[in-house]
C-alpha cells in the first residue's frame, strides 16, 4: 500500500500504545505514513501520563493498542491517549483494538456478574472515541455495545490464505472445539469447500478455563482436521480437542486462531499435543520467552492498514468483512 494522500482539510495521524509498538510501526509502513510521537510514561504509583509531542489539531487519530497482559493497564492508557486527542482538538478518534479488551465477557452468564465489554465500549465512548475498530470479536453483538460505528473485521482470510497454499483442502475437516464456534467453522468450511465437524464440551462450572470433552460430530477418521477459534487463551480447548480427533482416528490436527492470548499454561499444554502446526495472527504480542517450534504466526498489520485507509478516505470498510475466497 503505497501514502496516504488527501486534501488540506484532513489528515491522519497514526498513534500507538506501549503493549505491542511493532504491529502499529508495521501498520505505519503499509499506509506510508509515520507513528506520531508521543510521550508515555507510568508514574511511580502506576498512574500513566501522556502527551503528544506536535499538534493533533483537526486530525483524523486512530490509537493503537493491543490488550495483552496486563489487560487493565494498557486498557487505561489507551483511554488515557484518547482522552488527550479529544481535549486537543482531534477532528475524529478511532480506537483500533485488534484483540477487543473484556470481550468474553459479553453477556450475564449468572445473577450479579457485570458485562464488562459492555463497560469497555462505554469507556471509550466517555474518553472520547467516535469509532472503534477490532478484529474477530469474540461475540458479534459486541457491535452493539459501542454508540458509534464500530468495525468488526476478521482475520479469517489471512488464516485460510496461508491453509490454501499450505494444505490439501481434500483431506481436510474444519472442526469446531465447541458449539459456540460453529457459525465460525460454518464460515471457515465455505471459504474452504471443506466438511465440518463439531466437538461438543460441556465446562467444569467450578473451575475456571477447566473443559470436559465429551463427543466428535462428523467424520474425521484418516482426515487432517483444522481445528479454528477466535482466541488461543490456556489452550485447554485446543488441546483437549486435538486429543479428541487423534482418538477418533484423525490422519493430523492443525489449530488456527486469530488472537494468541496464551496464558499460563499455553506454551507448555500446546508443545504437550502433537498439531501439526498452530498457526496465529499478531493481534497480540508473543513474548521472545515463548518457545513454540510449530508456531506460526502471519501479520494482521495489512488488513488493519486498508481498513485504516478505507476509514479515512471514506471508503468501504464492508469489503473487508468478505470471507469468502478471493
Request: hydrophobic share 40%; with cysteine.
Amino acid at each position: 500500500m503505497t501514502g496516504i494522500t488527501t486534501d488540506s482539510r484532513k489528515h491522519l495521524m497514526l498513534f500507538t500504545g506501549r503493549a505491542h509498538p511493532a504491529l502499529a510501526e508495521e501498520v505505519a509502513a503499509l499506509l506510508g505514513t509515520q507513528l506520531t510521537t508521543s510521550r508515555l510514561i507510568s508514574y511511580a504509583n502506576s498512574e500513566v501520563y501522556v502527551r503528544y509531542e506536535e499538534s493533533v489539531r483537526g486530525c483524523d487519530a486512530f490509537v493503537m493498542q493491543s490488550h495483552c497482559a496486563p489487560v487493565n493497564e494498557w486498557l487505561m492508557e489507551q483511554l488515557i491517549m484518547v482522552d488527550a486527542l479529544k481535549r486537543a482538538s482531534a477532528r475524529r478518534i478511532t480506537v483500533v483494538a485488534p484483540c477487543y479488551p473484556y470481550g468474553r465477557q459479553d453477556k450475564k452468564h449468572l445473577g450479579r456478574e457485570p458485562i464488562s465489554a459492555r463497560l469497555v465500549a462505554d469507556l471509550f465512548r466517555t474518553a472520547g472515541a467516535d469509532r472503534v475498530m477490532s478484529v474477530d470479536l469474540h461475540a458479534s453483538q459486541i457491535q452493539g455495545f459501542f454508540d458509534g460505528p464500530l468495525d468488526h473485521l476478521t482475520g479469517l482470510p489471512v488464516l485460510a490464505d496461508y491453509i490454501e497454499q499450505h494444505y490439501d483442502p481434500s483431506r481436510m475437516t474444519v472442526v469446531s472445539p465447541d458449539a459456540g464456534r460453529v457459525r465460525l467453522t460454518d464460515q471457515w468450511s465455505d471459504r474452504l469447500g471443506v466438511p465440518l465437524a463439531i466437538i461438543h464440551k460441556r465446562h467444569d462450572p467450578a473451575t475456571a478455563n477447566q473443559v470436559q470433552i465429551n463427543e466428535v460430530v462428523g467424520e474425521v477418521e484418516g482426515r487432517i482436521c483444522l481445528l479454528v477459534d477466535d482466541m488461543i487463551d490456556t489452550a485447554g480447548t485446543m488441546c483437549q480437542a486435538a486429543r479428541a480427533l487423534l482418538r477418533r482416528g484423525a490422519a493430523g490436527v492443525v489449530a488456527a486462531a486469530t488472537h494468541p492470548v496464551l496464558s499460563g499454561p499455553a506454551v507448555e499444554r500446546l508443545n504437550g499435543t502433537p498439531f501439526q502446526e498452530i498457526i496465529v495472527t499478531n493481534t497480540l504480542p508473543i513474548s521472545s520467552d515463548v518457545q513454540i517450534p510449530n508456531l506460526t504466526v502471519l501479520s494482521i498489520a495489512p488488513l488493519l492498514a486498508r481498513a485504516i485507509h478505507e476509514v479515512f478516505t471514506e471508503g468501504s470498510v464492508t469489503s473487508l468483512f468478505d470471507v469468502s475466497s478471493h
